[in-house]
């Protein structure tokens, strides 16, 4: 019986998980991971997005693959290809970009000049890119030589949702820029049970205040709508993409669950200092190891996914080590859609266009939420945070340190 044909266990239900994974932090790593290993979900493909996302989808195919979970397909979603000369960027690749992007700022770099992270998948190349080192487990040569599906994020999107029923439903897990749930046709939201990483929504108390509200039967709400100050990157940078999502919402009559930044860091959701220089005290007694190995073990090869993680991790820290935590905001996104045990409030959300200036990190009231009957979002607002964060620690060290 070959991998794909294992049955599921009867607790298991069905995944996609959209990811930016390689983008300057490992969460999206360790969610992937979890997500892969789940004895819980059924993870059924893997749709890698925002810019370069054929480099992302190696990237995922590359840590399924060292994990022993290469049967899971990977697709390259939305957002403009790598090329390794900034030279051979068109104006159609800027534009395309800009146009996804509208809000992305100038101070993060230009991806379509390679000026973005220049580390990018750097860690991963240098240790699984040539011929010269060791294969990769199951014997592909380099991480290029592993397989990604031809057929595009849309049409597998598509495809896989119209498997599933409103009573049902695929869970999608977005833990990127939500470019590609934009694909997906309008008739299919029915059939999604949407997670979305994304929103700062930093004044809780105020929206706790909120929901304390009544809602009139025309569906007004005596509050007047409130401003989010901090929308964060996922929503920030595209506000015209993240509008059409909660029109879609809206017109579908469905609701996105929405883990918040505001939400990882007031429940402590991180990897704590102590943690890290554990695993980096590891990383440096492997990195030292396996200079020295030509021959590797299963385990072995665990451990040399552990040792490029860690250093794309530095790379990402422009070459410091961490100095405080690192918060665990996809792994959250991720568990909770597993779990499905929060504490939620529903609201309508919109993207407020008057507030468009070029750059998310100076656009104030982007985002507005108001509460409605004809609510498009459920905010997750608190869950069991000693059980959760313990798991999530527990499960990215068992996998991958």
Known sequence: MTKEQQPLSPQQ??????????SVDPDDTFALVMAATS?????????????????????AKLILNEIGKDHIKVYVGRGVGYKSDAKEYTDEDKKLFRQQNSHFPKMFGDPTENTWFPNFARAYYDEYGSTEGNPLSGGVETMDGLKIESESAKVFLNGILRQYSPRNRLVVVCIAPPHDLLDIDLELYQNMELYIMGGGFEDIKTIYSMSRSKVTREGSPKSDRYAIKNVGYNFGICPEIVSQLLSNLSVTGQRAVIVSSELVRRNDTLVPLDLYNQWFSSYQGQEK???????YSFSSSRERLSKTVMTDWIFSNRGN???????LCDPLAYILAEDGLFESIDFEMRVNEKSFCGNYLQSQDMLEIQLSQNSNIRLVTNFNKTEVNKDILARIQSVLF
């Open 289 to 295: 190891s396996l200079n020295c190995k030509t021959n």
């Open 321 to 327: 080590r961490l100095r405080e935590h690192k918060n």
């Open 13 to 22: 239900r069905d995944m996609v998980l959209i990811t930016d994974i390689g």
């Open 39 to 59: 004895t819980v979900m059924n993870l059924r493909g893997v749709v890698a997005s925002h810019h370069y996302p054929e480099r992302k989808a190696k990237i």
